[in-house]
């Protein structure tokens, strides 16, 4: 259903533990009915995903959202927005690579001593 580029990828990460239902994890050959809903570890975040329809043929892009429903937690997609900046390291595109002053700084920011200084209990 298009959450992977190929169906080797897929069955891969089955094989790997990063497909799962209800907490057990899945094997490429698991067959879905209609209203499972299934989690996809993808990188930083889990993808939740509710089965509409089943299909027997691969979909164009278009035709996903009628045969499968994204109910990923907003709490899930703040973390790739987080995991994006993190990449990106807070450089514009096209500014090159980062300065020996700023590899400084990044290191700083990333280091646990920066993070012990702050309170977080504070915040809740």
């Keep these: ?20 239902m209800n907490g057990v994890q899945l094997k490429p050959s698991r067959t879905f009915h209609v209203g499972d809903t299934f989690n996809v570890r993808k990188g930083p975040i889990t993808y939740t995903f509710r089965v509409l329809q089943l299909t027997e043929n691969r979909l164009g892009a278009k035709l996903v959202p009628e045969y ?10 703040e973390l790739l927005e987080l995991a994006r900046m993190a990449g990106n390291g807070g450089r514009d595109r096209g500014m090159g690579r980062p300065t020996k002053k700023d590899r400084r700084d990044i290191e700083t920011f990333m280091s ?13």
């Design 112 to 124: 646990d001593h920066y993070l012990d200084e702050i309170d977080f209990d504070d915040e809740e």
């Design 1 to 20: 259903m298009r959450i992977y580029k190929t169906r080797s990828i897929a069955a891969d990460s089955c094989k790997n533990g990063r497909v799962s």
């Design 68 to 77: 499968l429903q994204d109910c990923t937690p907003p709490e899930q997609l």
